[in-house]
């Protein structure tokens, strides 16, 4: 079990925080997408239920200590725009792999790289409990801007 308090991050126009049940719809809607799933490699939900054991997921991997997943908000209105984080670590060889997912209406306005750019300024700050010297994104061939704009 994880003792680490949940980290809050900020950009100029986003809010990095912890999912919640509140959540659960939008994080439905999006994966029920499937224009945002065939860029994503899982199967499309079928029932809100589905969202629900996501978030705990997400919630586990944080308390276990190998993982981050963080809701990506608008700053102002506080509205869910979709997730970023961590799938996982591992400390062993100084690694992360990097995700993340927007809803639809919230695609090719930066919004992704501004939260990734945000997220790595995370990891890799001296501040973080382990020493992390390498991340990698996993992106389906199909997704095309993704692989173009997470060249940091």
């Given at each position: 079990?994880s003792?680490?308090?949940f ?6 126009r986003?809010l990095?925080n ?8 939008p994080?439905?809607a999006m994966f029920s997408?499937p224009k945002?799933i065939e860029?994503y490699?899982?199967e499309r ?13 997400f919630?586990a991997?944080f308390d276990?200590n190998?993982?981050i997943r ?9 509205e ?6 961590f ?6 060889d100084?690694s992360a792999?990097?995700?993340?997912e927007?809803?639809?209406?919230y ?8 939260a990734?750019?945000?997220?790595l300024?995370f ?6 409990h382990f020493?992390v ?10 997704n095309?801007?993704?692989d173009q704009k997470l060249?940091f």
């Amino acid at each position: 079990m994880s003792n680490l308090k949940f980290p809050t991050l900020e950009t100029s126009r986003l809010l990095l925080n912890r999912l919640t049940t509140d959540d659960r719809e939008p994080l439905f809607a999006m994966f029920s997408d499937p224009k945002i799933i065939e860029h994503y490699d899982v199967e499309r939900f079928k029932t809100i239920d589905e969202a629900d054991r996501l978030i705990e997921y997400f919630d586990a991997r944080f308390d276990s200590n190998t993982g981050i997943r963080w809701a990506i908000r608008d700053k102002p209105s506080g509205e869910f725009l979709g997730t970023c984080g961590f799938t996982h670590w591992n400390e062993f060889d100084h690694s992360a792999v990097v995700g993340y997912e927007l809803s639809k209406q919230y695609w090719g306005k930066g919004y992704a790289t501004e939260a990734v750019g945000s997220i790595l300024n995370f990891i890799f700050a001296e501040s973080f409990h382990f020493y992390v010297h390498r991340v990698e994104a996993l992106i389906l061939p199909s997704n095309t801007p993704s692989d173009q704009k997470l060249r940091f």
